[in-house]
Nanobody, 119 residues
Framework: QVQLVESGGGSVQAGGSLRLSCTASGRTLSRYNMAWFRQAPGKEREFVAA????????YNVDSVKGRFTISRDNAKNTVVLQMNSLKPEDTAIYYC????????????WGQGTQVTVSS
């Protein structure tokens, strides 16, 4: 199994940037398609961005397009979410998730990292 640990969260003002990292251990990350999800207080968890196992294909939800970029370095077993032009509505706990190449579900999750954007 793969273990995922997020880092890089914090508090910023609107318009600022944060870089979230997800580091994997236990298995090589190249066996997994990866994604970032977030959950704001009182709301359901929502998908933010995904990247395929090779890094050749990415997808962002409309609300973050042009502001967030997902990338990966399989040699370093790391997935990154670069977040620019942050808005107060981006405030949430951000989770890294892994989906085995043979699975249709994100089976592996990190513990989450808090992102707070103030106006």
């Amino acid at each position: 199994q793969v273990q995922l640990v997020e880092s890089g969260g914090g508090s910023v003002q609107a318009g600022g940037s944060l870089r979230l990292s997800c580091t994997a251990s236990g298995r090589t990350l190249s066996r997994y398609n990866m994604a970032w999800f977030r959950q704001a207080p009182g709301k359901e968890r929502e998908f933010v961005a995904a990247i395929d196992w090779s890094g050749g294909s990415t997808y962002n939800v409309d609300s973050v397009k042009g502001r967030f970029t997902i990338s990966r370095d399989n040699a370093k077993n790391t997935v990154v979410l670069q977040m620019n032009s942050l808005k107060p509505e981006d405030t949430a706990i951000y989770y890294c998730a892994g989906r085995p190449l043979s699975s249709s579900r994100y089976d592996y999750w990190g513990q989450g990292t808090q992102v707070t954007v103030s106006s």
